[in-house]
């Protein structure tokens, strides 16, 4: 499989409560919707009917009062690493990978989550020193809970007024609210963030989605630029649904003047166009959602925010639109690497997989995404489709557009994948 380039992720880490959902029944009635947070048991009921119903993935914040009930009523089925950067940096130490995990707290229970060869970089006396999570842990640091509740294909939610059965897994993500996490590094670190950016291959960052007040990410913009000061790394933004959605817009502006490449599943690319303005190029993805579709309107938010890369992973396919000076095979081998590792963990339920775990997987459903997909970028855009379907990759005049079909698995788990991927085939890539 090859190895994978040293890698910064950074921000983003909590401790997952993962339930696993079997026959849940509402004794009230359900109305499927997206609340923009959930401060009740009606609210949580009628976000899961909405994630079931579609089978689709949600991320919301809980009010102390829902997440206090769940403490109360649920019981998880496991407690893993949570959060972007620290799903990443886990998947990446696993793989071989030198992985570098600096993120905006770091509690001694986070810690022990951690993979023992992921690496923190602090300060001593002025100088870098590279910590292991445990080393590195801050006593005073809280510990960030976000509660994950995750359903399987065919799964049936029961209410009062009938029953909803998932056409998909996936799963429904409440999380808490910590107000020092804020994707920004600490002072300490500030004038040694040359040194690290010049340590990895690329930085792969988490955690914005918290924002509310644009003036965070103008502040993390010279800092993403110190990063880059010794050594022009990639810069990568996993998306997560905004908490504040009318923030959205303006830090994606502000921190991809620095990072110029971006990661976000169907769904998340659907609200990535809302924020930027894009709402009937939107309204259109969501109603008639397949590759093509996907891609043409990937291309909006590629282009309106100068990005370099931009990847979009969806059940059964990746799509990246590279910049043409870009290499566009080695975006594709990271893609399947990355397509195996996600494909065995859903299959095994791991937190995170190790070569071994890598394995040769069916990819009917991705494949033919990838007939239809190509007859119509052939159709449409004049691109060689031959060439797409044998080698993946098509030269689209402006970028170069990577097509790489996925397997697609009995999933035991749904949490991370998309974590997986994009750092997985960042990494390869970056080689």
Not at 222 to 248: D, N
Not at 268 to 284: H, N, P
């Amino acid at each position: 499989m090859g190895g994978l380039a040293p890698a910064l992720c950074a921000f983003n880490a909590n401790i997952d409560y993962v339930v696993h959902l079997k026959a849940p029944r509402v004794a009230g009635e359900v109305t499927p919707r997206s609340p923009s947070a959930l401060h009740d048991e009606q609210d949580f009921w009628d976000a899961l009917a909405q994630c079931v119903s579609l089978g689709k993935s949600m991320h919301v914040v809980g009010s102390p009062a829902i997440t206090d009930w769940f403490s109360k009523t649920m019981k998880p089925d496991e407690k893993r690493a949570g959060g972007q950067a620290a799903i990443m940096a886990n998947q990446l130490a696993a793989l071989g990978g030198t992985a570098v995990f600096s993120p905006a707290i770091l509690s001694p229970l986070q810690a022990q989550r951690m993979n023992e060869k992921v690496r923190v970089p602090v300060s001593e006396k002025g100088k870098l020193r590279f910590a292991t999570p445990s080393e590195a842990a801050r006593p005073q640091d809280i510990t960030k809970i976000n509660w994950v509740f995750e359903f399987m294909a065919g799964e049936k939610l029961r209410h009062k007024g009938g029953e909803i059965t998932a056409p998909r897994s996936n799963r429904l993500i409440v999380a808490s609210v910590v107000s020092k996490e804020m994707p920004l590094f600490s002072e300490e670190l500030e004038p040694l963030l040359p040194e690290i950016g010049e340590s990895v291959s690329c930085a792969l960052l988490a955690g914005y989605h918290y924002v509310s007040d644009p003036g965070v990410a103008k502040k993390s913009v010279p800092q993403l630029a110190s990063l880059r000061r010794r050594k022009k790394i990639l810069l990568h933004v996993e998306y997560v649904p905004f908490e504040h959605k009318s923030a959205a817009a303006s830090v994606l502006r502000e921190v991809t003047k620095e990072a110029k490449s971006l990661g976000a599943n169907e769904a998340e690319t659907v609200e990535i166009l809302r924020a930027l303005g894009f709402g009937a190029i939107a309204d259109r993805l969501k109603a008639r959602e397949r590759a093509f579709v996907l891609y043409d309107a990937a291309k909006h938010v590629f282009e309106h925010l100068g990005l370099e890369r931009f990847h979009v992973h969806n059940l059964g396919y990746n799509l990246v639109l590279l910049k043409k000076t870009a290499n566009p095979e080695k975006a594709r081998d990271g893609c399947v690497l990355a397509a195996l590792a996600a494909s065995a963990k859903a299959a095994s339920g791991k937190s995170f997989v190790s070569q071994e775990d890598l394995s040769e997987l069916v990819l009917s459903k991705g494949l033919m995404d990838a007939h239809a997909f190509a007859a119509e970028v052939a159709d449409i855009y004049h691109a060689d489709e031959k060439k797409l379907l044998s080698e993946g990759i098509a030269d689209m005049g402006k970028h170069h557009l990577v097509f790489v079909p996925t397997p697609v698995v009995e999933s035991k788990t749904t949490v991370g994948l998309g974590d997986v991927v994009s750092s997985v085939a960042l990494a390869k890539e970056m080689i």
